[in-house]
């Protein structure tokens, strides 16, 4: 099958294993071998655009990349190994609670004086921040519930009912202009941003793309069932108080009603989602597969490792005055 | 008709810490008259008092630390 036209560009490679994977995907080169996975950092830019290369297959494509390459053998297998060491150095490098509500805890206490990048959006943030913070997020918010929903398939009962749910309210709830994604995408045209699909995948850094490709992974594996619902519930329970963090950061710097609307929007959602997905998609998962409790407790901790990497990431490129995007031509307009 | 939503009970969650949930389309009337309305699949009422988004639950009822 041939592209439609609408699929994003190939981006720059990074290194040598993500321009061996894009050069198979334009039908030319060999992949790379073994050894090259095991030696590249594996939070590292060249490692995470060759995963992420990887899945986009299953998401949205690029232009001139023919869509069968999807379930293409060699290209799954080069995937399994970088998927494989980038489960160990997960499952290595995050912190471990092995019982849920020890996981959880944590996350339902807000701290007084939280020093994470809602704050700092909220407090010092600048328009030029705000478009970076939203240049980097839009890898995931224009595919915002898309991982999430291959989840649905594995599920049973109240689970599966209350996951679709949550999802039908992240797609719109039936209507298009009310599709996450969509809003996101308003949000970025008020910040002067460029709303096209992979736009700015040049631009992200390593740690942004750690953050999708893990959705990714936990999706794309029914074995990862319980990592992907640990990862879901985490994103819900601490969207809301952070949303209103940004909200306040859009108003206070007159980012646009769409801008404002986003997070607005996300405060009151992701409320409610906190609710019905600690409650029905991990009550029920737990009913119908109690031995899935660490499964769920890792994907917590997972995601609070990645998002807390990029939140330093960010963070310390911004005190320094620094812009945190690797594009050039993306830099400017923000400074 | 037997199926009709209209028919059956609207289920309303009470948990003894967190907002009342109550199953969509749902309309508040605050105490000033102002009538509020949220076609969401479910809806997070503010028990709490706290929320500076009332009667919708924004998740200030969390302890702080």
Known sequence: MEDTGKEPLLPAPRGPLSTAVANHLRGIGPLPHDEEVAAAPVYGDDFQLALYLCYELHYRGFAGVPADLEWDPDLLRTRGALERRFLAALRADARRHDRLDDALAGLLVEPVDGTGVSHFLRDKGELWHLREYAAQRSLYHLKEADPHAWVLPRLWGRAKAAMAAVEFDEYGGGRGDRVHARLFADLMRDLDLDPTYGRYLDAACAELLVTVNLMSLFGLHRSLRGALVGHFATVEITSSPGSRRLAEAMRRTGAGPAAVHFYDEHVEADAVHEQVVRHDVIGGLLEEEPQLEADIAFGVDATVFVEDRLGDRLLADWRAGRSSLRTARDREFTS | ?65
């Open chain 2, 1 to 65: 008709m037997p199926n009709s939503p209209s028919d059956t009970p609207r289920r309303v969650t009470v948990r003894r810490k967190g907002p009342l949930l109550v199953e969509g389309p749902v309309e508040v009337e605050l105490e000033d008259g102002t009538v509020v309305s949220s076609d969401r699949f479910r809806v997070a009422l503010c028990t709490c008092r706290r929320s500076r988004r009332f009667p919708w639950c924004d998740t200030s009822h969390r302890a702080r630390s």
